[in-house]
C-alpha cells in the first residue's frame, strides 16, 4: 500500500505552548487528508478533513482555533495543537487519500501535555 | 453524516475458535474498507469492497459487502492469538468516518 508517514511519533510539551505534527503522504499525491483523535481503547474520531489549497473542515464539536490543520501541498498536511492543555494528551493519527476508496494512515503521534 | 456501527465492540475468544463482525449502516457506500489497528500504531488496511456482494479472502480472513451496500462483515477462521487487536471499518462517502471498531482478543 501506499506510505503516509507521520512525525513526530510522540511528544511531550507544557501546558501553554503549541505543538506541530506533520503528516506526509511519500509516494501518493493527497488530495485529501483527514485528521483523528484517539482515546485509550476507544476507535478514531475525525476531527477534520483537510482538501489542498482550501480550509480545513471541521468536525461538530472541534475548536478550529485550537487545532489548526494546513494543507499547503498535495504531499503534506500539518496539525498545530495550540496552547495545549493535559486534556489534549491523545494519540493523533492523519490518514491520506489519493482520490480513489482508500485511505492509508500514518503511525500516529502520541502527544502528553504536562 | 454517515455513521457506520459496528458489532460486537469487544469480542474474546480461544485460539482456533472462529468469529464474525459485522459493520452496519443505514447509508449506501461506494466502497467500504477494514482496517486492523494494534496499540500504538496507525490502522492498516486489511482490505477494500466495493461491489455490492463482493466477497474477499485474505488467508483465514473472509470479507463480505452486502448486496445493498450498507453493511459489510469479517469472518475469521480459527482464530490465532496474533489477530488480535482493533478492527475498524470504515466507508468511503465524501469522507472516511470509522464505526466504533471491534477490540478482538484471542487467548492461546
Known amino acids: 500500500g501506499a506510505v503516509v508517514s507521520q512525525h513526530p511519533s510522540w511528544v511531550i510539551c507544557k501546558s501553554g505552548t503549541s505543538v506541530k505534527i506533520e503528516c506526509r503522504s511519500l509516494d501518493f499525491q493527497a488530495t485529501t487528508m483527514f485528521w483523528y483523535r484517539q482515546f485509550p481503547k476507544q476507535s478514531l474520531m475525525l476531527m477534520a478533513t483537510s482538501n489542498e489549497g482550501s480550509k480545513a473542515t471541521y468536525e461538530q464539536g472541534v475548536e478550529k482555533d485550537k487545532f489548526l490543520i494546513n494543507h499547503a501541498s498535495l504531499t503534506l498536511s500539518t496539525l498545530t495543537v495550540t496552547s495545549a492543555h493535559p486534556e489534549d494528551s491523545s494519540f493523533y493519527i492523519c490518514?491520506?487519500?489519493?482520490?480513489?476508496?482508500?485511505?492509508?494512515f500514518g503511525q500516529g503521534t502520541r502527544l502528553t501535555v504536562v | 453524516t454517515q455513521l457506520l456501527e459496528q458489532s460486537p465492540q469487544f469480542l474474546s475468544i480461544q485460539e482456533g475458535e472462529n468469529l464474525t463482525v459485522y459493520c452496519n449502516s443505514s447509508s449506501v457506500f461506494s466502497s467500504l474498507q477494514w482496517y486492523r489497528q494494534e496499540p500504538g500504531e496507525g490502522p492498516v488496511l486489511l482490505v477494500t469492497?466495493?461491489?455490492?456482494?463482493e466477497v474477499k479472502k485474505l488467508k483465514r480472513l473472509t470479507f463480505q459487502f452486502g448486496d445493498a451496500r450498507k453493511d459489510s462483515s469479517l469472518h475469521i477462521t480459527a482464530a490465532q492469538p496474533g489477530d488480535t487487536g482493533l478492527y475498524l471499518c470504515a466507508g468511503a462517502g465524501g469522507d472516511m468516518r470509522f464505526g466504533a471498531g471491534t477490540r478482538l482478543t484471542v487467548k492461546p
Open positions: 490518514s491520506a487519500s489519493n482520490g480513489n476508496t482508500e485511505a492509508f
Open positions: 469492497v466495493v461491489t455490492g456482494g
